[in-house]
């Protein structure tokens, strides 16, 4: 693991990552989830990503709202503060946590029907706001923890255990981000753990929100032939659209970059990311361009994965609030308490 | 007349215009019937504060329609040398400025009352017992305002004039009014001061005193101010150290957030430009209170403000904040219901689907403030006390309460710190090694919390609205369940010891009492003067200010034979949440007197029913 | 043990294992202890339908977890000669099947009760007095199943058949257990077949009868059907010719839709393959609702269901369907809250606040079904009330009887006509030359209306959630709005005299009255015999069926001394509701028995109760 | 007017339209909005529309949610039927209505915070499911009853006049709807009354979600210097994209049609709409050209109007349900109430 230091002395302890600490620190309970559920692969790879790139875990909160996907925070990091809410309505909650503390790193995991079916209204405002967040989409095109009805995200076509056929077009979470204005946007797999790591770890290092619409196969609901969010679909139907590359700041950068085949980006905290094209002509700083690239994918049945847009510069929602440095939370009651004076000269204002 | 009450139509009496040697001094009321958009609540609120500055207890209720412009609207405005503050059913002085309205305004008079109009009206042709003083406006004021398409305006000031001349209101309490509303606009400043004297002149000229309405110089506001109770709340959170504001827009609660809004962009931004607070207005009602309750579990002191619609889209959230234990300030300032009802009218009907706002076994701490400066002080205390208690709370106005002016005491300066509640930090976990956040450690049924941030490995806890146990674990154990809610309910007992007591007034000998709430307060104490002066009856008098209801509330039940619950919706609702908490043989006394056609309610209605319930 | 009461620890006596001779008939409960999503369902419920096959009246109990795999669940199945059908605290014998919790689940039997486990788990270590029975359940199930992936599933078959050797169950019940539940998959049916006996011949050959527990053939379930309230519902919706369904999934609601949708797709396809129902799997519950209402506007028979969550998320539409009356039903399969609470635990606690669900003076018609059988005729006759009320419906079931197997009698055919309430048509107008939406023609509150498309340039009306007058004209005037609230109240008078009767049983002289509802009813039932036969005592006892209250409600408690109101809740919900309904001389009666860990309410804590109170 | 016939004797009485009625009988209440609202000129266009081409008042629902915009169906056709519902949830309550009654024709009126602030996702879901009926935002960049404080589809740096300046970026409906699954969607102006009356006319020929977001300036919080929703600034910067040219069915077709310069859409009811390009390259049946030239246009602060998108051929929802004929709100008992026979079916399998 790259960004791992070894202990101090020679005494074979635990690998332990740049703040110290080992993975275990970063795990969480056991996981109650099906045996082989997509989501417990995204936790793993949470669980990885925090880890490697050094996170202390009490700087983050995790935040969901309610579904098998939504029941993962508490199957990582549990030294974290975490906020299960209620269906659909987590991005609000993150709002007010983020507006509360924006020092720390917010961490959300929603699935498809939580964000597109009944969180479909937060969830378009958040994007609207760029709130500086990750915002992890376990996209599984079901419902699992209702027991497999088909979700928003869910393609058309698809076909579910029962025989019923979606016959209404999924939405596509990626490109209404990327419209709406979140400033990092992708989609990854579940079983795609490389990709998916590099995907988070750069997520780490974005300052804005970071959306990620993770194909994560329901194996008890939605892992069959027919489905198009199985397993077997994606391994057959996943087109990387590029090669993440993404070194931590704090590590050398030492590869050649070569701009007509890369995308360099240079994170808010130092950061790199390198996106190598494997698509011709596609950029991932061009908006327009990556919203009719995903459109026309989904209209060919292509199931594109990778980085689609990144934009470093937009200010965040609490850029735009112009906060003070410190938490609003645990402002002292010296700042947030006007005097008497004050109180005084507003009553002279009302005689 | 939409202004009037039902049955109240006019009595027009053939008995003749009323001695003009008979005086009625600061006791009258003026209606101004104006369209809206047309600019009169400047006008009207000069008119009030020309008042105000002769000494002479005010009040100012404004009555519109939800639209923008162009229907009709009325403002009244009372002087009471007693210092009733309440809405009076009678309208003693009538400024008819709505050709559209205008007979049927002139017709809802009673006799021996006052009607100043546009001459072209005509209204004497209507009632020949009204003191009728018909006046050019389009010309006095084409007289003054050059600029054809101030006018409009401008026209709003000339009768300020005629009125003004006409109670004998000093000039210079006009002036001193204008010169605060237009503070330093001069070149409006003039405009204006030149249609009010104008219109004086007019007056004087042309119009000669035919009615017993006067104002006098009095001694009674002196060091008194005038606000609106939205204003006075949105300060008391700002004293709070309110951090987070998350609202969406909704009348009567609109004024609300926005004077927060203004005093937080006075009072809260650092020297380096920085703001100590945020402010979203965020997609609906149902994001607003999520971001109250992330941000409240965050540790942020956080509040939102709505109305009726906007609390019932809070309930699914609500739960989760009593379930989840989570502080956050919710505002309702109360319009008329059903549904979206009449939002531009006055109504307490909120209380009961409020306490028990969502599904399955919640209930809710709500503030009940009875005037402008309660608003300011509960504005304030919520704060304290959704913290300490750990758990949503609701501080339900109104209409009546948060968009009309008020004449009060300058509200006092809270100097007690802040109550941040049972928040560990890494110092204390580092001392108790651990803490489970859902435990009953003090036997009041509030644990102790951690917020995000906090730099110990065991600061974290899992919040959820699923079942967990007292360290905050998922759970579905019927004793771990039944563990947190019957805590729930000890913390709820709690609350009943730290709400803000009822105010009793009265000897505590009578027989009867009377229990009222929030705005009401007015009209009661009107009443029960009145039922004191014409019937020599006396009754005490208990204004509960917070659900649950304290000890004394069940004592003052208890004392007395009979009760009358007197509030402004249909179902007696008070009286509903009152017969839940006391004991039957003691709810048996509650009698209610219900009030609820939108308008505020007024003493002669209590009054009125008083009389007949208590067969006098 | 997470299936038990709280104070219900294990009763661990010295004495030794019970007499083999003693017999035990068709009097026990056995519970299975499982893993969720190991297909244990259809073998417990070919163990239930086996005793019911038998004649022998049975009720089977699923608790399970909010979870899909892997978590532990209990299934408990009660035999009772008497047709009590309610939860019974006292297992007698336990099926441990999950190595995970099987040594709690043995702690928790009491003396004399009967153990089944896989040999492999041995025990027997800890208990001596509870009789043992080891089955190398693997070893079995290996011989008759091939194919290993199908041995997780057939190794429930397996206990079936050493259950059904042991109880003395009649092979042939067992097959045609399997028969129906298999209908037409023969494979599946043999190899399932195959482990019932394989499990039967391992008892019959290696364990020898120690406990007393038998079932014996009787005749008391001829006739009956077995099924859940949910299917019930759904049923009844489907003969009230219910046509557009919109829905959101959400346990333990999605099962009511979900046979609804069944049942529409076998008996509502016209001859050419056209759907005369339309089902709408809507984005959330407020849209949910949304569609409901649009649809009952528009001429449909329209409804929902949900459950604690999605009750709260339909406030705002509700307190519109209220006051802009328009017909409409809802489901409300109560799980635990508050907030998500324990989804899969069942409860009565959403009662008051759908009462009052909407801000400003919003009331609704509340059916209360207590058996499968009123489910299917409640969920008929919701369809009738809402459009005859003009009012949204809600019906309350819970998850018990809504997600639960129950026998039944078969249900009766609805004979009367669909009551498509007061509508007029394009020749009723031609006659009456128009009408007024809210008026009161009939003097019971409900106005006429028209439907969107009714040919008649008349016809339409303007339905809003803003105030209006009886002729659906905007207003904002107080006599308007309060025609309209009062016709409100006068309506809903009416619905007092519309909405099913309570039952009562007991000869009403008793000095004491129990009032409960819903799924209540069978623990009530059997805690009043038992209360008889212990204590020689006989009360009264009136299961509530509807809210508003009809006058009996009144009587009842009038012509007794002391009421107990059981409920499954712990703010005594229902006692609320009676005591705001109630002259408060007769509130003064109401005492409460409540039950609200999650489970099931049981006979045994109801009598108890009632003993401690009564002083018996 | 094209469409209206003379009445048949030579008195003068009024113009009638092709079903013998006056435009009168298309009117409704006098309205009670701002003089000057732009919302005013749609309800006009509306009655204009409904009149032309000859549409039943009695076969028409009027739905709304909550606004100033949302109270115009008080402001026509008061022959129709109509359903002032909540703010937001619109959607929904037509979907119910349209379910119950799809033999009519479904009008929804709703404002720009009524559809994208509070009622997103009802929005999105409608779209999404392609439902018969048109949808139209009276889109003022402002919640005018509440005031004048700024809706999502305000643009980024327009000021209120407060001085106030709006931060975060314009929603576009008429993106997303494309994106979604509307199938006729444009943009007009209150103040065109050509190009918004025969899109209207149109729109009545359509089947399928019709979404038009018509720009209708608020005269009293939101059309001031700085306003980018303003008279002024629509008059400046209206970029028609086409020239709309709408032949009812009920009429000849008599002008020529050119391939290179038109698109000629034969619509469901045998109307025909001729979209003339205003725009090289722009083509109105393309989806994800229409997304990217409106992302494209709005990049660079143009605002075009015209017809965005259309399909005729796709299924509309109640397609996809495979309704009956006849409404479902009026299906004889002996239809939806399945006989005691099929009871007793029911029953025998449960025993
Ligand atoms: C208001 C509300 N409605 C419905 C539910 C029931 N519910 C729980 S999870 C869920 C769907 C979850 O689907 P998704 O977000 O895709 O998560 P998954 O289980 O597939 O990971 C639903 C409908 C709920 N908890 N709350
Ligand atoms: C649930 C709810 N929240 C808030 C309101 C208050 N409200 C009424 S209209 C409106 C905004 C309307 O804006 P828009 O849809 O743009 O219509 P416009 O008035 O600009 O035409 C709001 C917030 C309400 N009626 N209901
Ligand atoms: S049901 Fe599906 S989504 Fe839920 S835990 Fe199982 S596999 Fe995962
Ligand atoms: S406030 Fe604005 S939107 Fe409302 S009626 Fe007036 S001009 Fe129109
Ligand atoms: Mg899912
Ligand atoms: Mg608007």
């Known amino acids: ?351 | 007349m939409a202004t009037g009450d039902l049955a109240l139509g006019h009595e027009q009496s053939k008995s003749a215009v009323v001695d003009a040697q008979q005086r009625v001094v600061n006791d009258f009321s003026i209606q101004v019937a104006t369209v809206n958009g047309s600019g009169s609540q400047s006008a009207n609120s000069v008119l009030l504060k020309s008042i105000f500055n002769m000494g002479v207890p005010v009040s100012g209720k404004n009555l519109f329609p939800s639209n923008i412009a162009g229907l009709p609207t009325w403002y009244t405005i009372r002087a009471s040398k007693d210092g009733y503050v309440a809405r009076r059913k009678k309208i003693d002085i009538l400024v008819a400025m709505n050709a559209e309205t205008a007979r049927e305004d002139i017709l809802g008079l009673h006799s021996g009352s006052v009607a100043i109009y546009d001459e072209t009206l005509n209204l004497s042709q209507y009632r020949q017992d009204v003191v009728c003083y018909p006046v050019p406006f389009d010309k006095i004021t084409a007289a003054v305002c050059p600029e054809a398409r101030l006018r409009k305006l401008v026209k709003n000031m000339v009768y300020v004039g005629v009125v003004a001349h006409l109670l004998q209101i000093d000039m210079s309490s006009v002036e001193a009014a204008l010169a605060k509303q237009f503070a330093k606009k001069q070149k409006a400043l003039d405009l204006n001061f030149g249609a009010v004297r104008a219109g004086a002149e007019y007056a004087a000229e042309h119009l000669s005193k035919q009615d017993p309405f006067l104002i006098e110089r009095m001694n009674s506001t002196a060091g008194k101010i005038i606000i609106d109770g939205n204003s006075a709340a949105g300060l008391g959170a700002v004293f709070a150290g309110v951090t987070v504001v998350a609202w969406y827009p909704i009348t009567p609660s609109t004024s609300l957030v926005e004077a927060t809004i203004e005093y937080l962009k006075k009072f809260r931004v650092t020297e380096e430009g920085k703001a100590t607070f945020a402010v979203v207005q965020a997609e609906d009602e149902l994001a607003a209170i999520g971001m109250v309750l992330g941000a409240g579990w965050a540790g942020a002191r956080s509040m939102t403000a709505t109305s009726g619609p906007g609390i019932s889209l809070m309930a699914e959230f609500s739960g989760l904040g009593y379930f989840a234990e989570i502080p956050g300030v919710i505002f309702d300032v109360q319009r008329t219901g059903p549904s979206t009802g009449m939002p531009t009218r006055t109504s307490q009907a909120d209380l009961l689907s409020t306490a028990f706002l969502s599904h399955g076994d919640t209930k809710h701490v709500i503030l009940l403030p009875g005037s402008v400066k309660e608003c300011f002080e509960f504005g304030y205390a919520a704060f304290d006390l959704t913290e300490r208690l750990q758990t949503p709370v609701f501080v339900l106005s109104d209409l009546d309460l948060g968009m009309n002016n008020w004449m009060s005491d300058p509200f006092t300066y809270p100097e007690t710190p802040l109550d941040r509640g049972k928040v560990l930090t890494a110092e204390d976990l580092n001392r108790l090694g651990g803490f489970a956040r859902y435990a009953d450690v003090d036997g009041d049924g509030i644990g102790y919390r951690t917020l995000p941030g906090t730099d110990h490995p065991k600061a974290a806890y899992f919040t959820r609205g699923s079942g967990h146990n007292s360290k905050a674990g998922y759970t579905e154990k019927p004793e771990d369940y039944l563990e947190i809610m019957d805590r729930l309910i000890r913390k709820f007992d709690t609350a009943r010891t730290l709400v803000p007591a009822p105010v009793v007034t009265g000897n505590g000998k009578a027989s009867v009492g009377v229990i009222a709430y929030g705005s009401s307060d007015f009209a009661v104490v009107e009443a029960l003067d009145e039922l004191k002066k014409q019937h020599a009856v006396e009754v005490d008098y208990m204004r509960v200010r917070a659900y649950p209801f304290t000890q004394s509330v069940h004592e003052f039940v208890a004392s007395h034979e009979r009760i009358y619950v007197v509030e402004q919706d249909r179902d007696a609702q008070l009286a509903s949440l009152l017969k839940l908490d006391l004991a039957a043989d003691q709810a048996v006394k509650l009698h209610s007197i219900l009030h609820f056609n939108g308008l505020p309610i007024d003493a002669e209605s209590i009054l009125t029913e008083l009389v007949v319930k208590e067969g006098l």
Chains 1, 4 share one sequence.
């Open chain 1, 1 to 351: 693991m790259a960004t791992a230091t070894a202990t101090p002395t020679g005494t074979p302890g635990p690998k332990v990552n740049r703040i110290g600490l080992p993975v275990l620190e970063y795990r969480g309970g056991k996981t109650t989830l099906c045996a082989g559920c997509g989501h417990n692969a995204i936790s793993e790879r949470i669980i990885d990503a925090l880890f490697e790139m050094g996170v202390q875990p009490e700087r983050v909160m995790k935040l969901s709202g309610i579904g098998c996907s939504s029941k993962s925070p508490a199957y990582f990091l549990s030294r974290a503060h975490s906020f299960n809410s209620v269906h659909g309505r987590m991005p609000s909650v993150a709002t007010g946590a983020v507006l509360a503390n924006h020092t720390m790193m917010a961490l959300g995991v929603s699935g498809d029907g939580d964000t597109a079916s009944i969180g479909m209204g937060q969830f378009v405002h958040m994007m609207r706001r760029n709130l500086p967040m990750i915002y992890i989409i376990e996209d599984n095109g079901v419902y699992g923890l209702t027991k497999g009805q088909f979700s928003a995200t869910a393609d058309i076509g698809s076909k579910l255990k029962t025989g019923v056929i979606n016959d209404l077009p999924a939405i596509d979470t990626c490109a209404m981000a990327i419209q709406l204005g979140a400033t990092f946007v992708g989609r990854s797999f579940s079983g795609d753990k490389k990709q998916l790591l590099s995907m988070l770890k750069a997520a780490v290092a974005h300052k804005g929100t970071v959306m990620l619409d993770v194909i994560s196969p329901c194996v008890t609901f939605n892992d069959h032939e027919g489905s198009t969010k199985s397993y077997k679909f994606m391994q057959e139907h996943d087109e990387p659209i590029n090669e993440l590359g993404f070194v931590p700041s704090f590590e050398e950068i030492d590869i050649e970059y070569d701009a007509g085949t890369t995308t360099d980006v240079t994170m808010h905290d130092g950061s790199s990311l390198r996106l190598r094209k494997l698509r011709e002509d596609f950029n991932p700083t061009d908006r327009v361009g990556s919203v009719r690239t995903l459109m026309e994918a989904h209209e060919n049945g292509e199931i594109l994965t990778g980085v689609f847009y990144i934009d470093t510069a937009k200010p965040t929602f609490t850029d735009l609030l112009n906060l003070v440095d410190r938490p609003l939370g645990t402002q002292p009651e010296s700042v947030t308490k006007p005097s008497a004076a004050v109180l005084q000269k507003v009553m002279a204002g009302l005689q």
